[in-house]
């Protein structure tokens, strides 16, 4: 596993500018979107376990399979092509409305081809790498 400070990664692996809400009830998902227009981001794609066999690209380019009978139920957000700047802001933004902060991930030139369920797996999986300490390498 391999970290790199957001700053100095390059976000821009798909032209639309969108945040992706996975699994939020209606209510957090007004918040959440509520905070995608203070930051300034008018596009949120709201998906959930349903979803979990569509292909992250696939979804950018408004193509959503809703086939998954056994998709991952943990919320999640996913950043496309958004500044750096905005990402800060919207992390912030959710602690300061206490919510628990959900997986979160920028898609990149690997995992734009993946799918839902697999990007989720492997934000799991990163998650519980690092609070246990061990190594982690993405499937």
């Known amino acids: 596993m391999t970290f790199t400070k957001i700053n100095d990664v390059d976000n821009n692996t798909h032209n639309r500018d969108c945040i992706m809400i996975v699994n939020f009830n209606k209510k ?5 979107k509520n905070i995608c227009g203070f930051i300034g981001v008018r596009d949120c794609i709201f998906l959930d376990k349903t979803n ?3 292909i992250i690209k696939n979804i950018l380019d408004n193509d959503i399979s809703s ?43 690997t995992s734009i081809d993946w799918t839902l369920n697999n990007l989720l797996y492997n934000l799991i ?14 499937k």
Do not use: Q, W, Y
């Open 28 to 32: 957090e998902s007004t918040l959440i």
């Open 125 to 138: 999986e990163e998650r519980k790498a690092l609070s246990t300490g061990k190594d982690f390498s993405h």
């Open 52 to 54: 979990g066999n569509a």
């Open 67 to 109: 086939d998954c009978e056994d998709g991952f139920v943990n919320k999640a957000v996913i950043f496309n092509n958004i500044h750096n700047k905005k990402i800060n802001s919207f992390l912030e933004s959710l602690k300061k409305m206490r919510i628990n902060r959900p997986l979160t991930a920028m898609v990149t030139e």
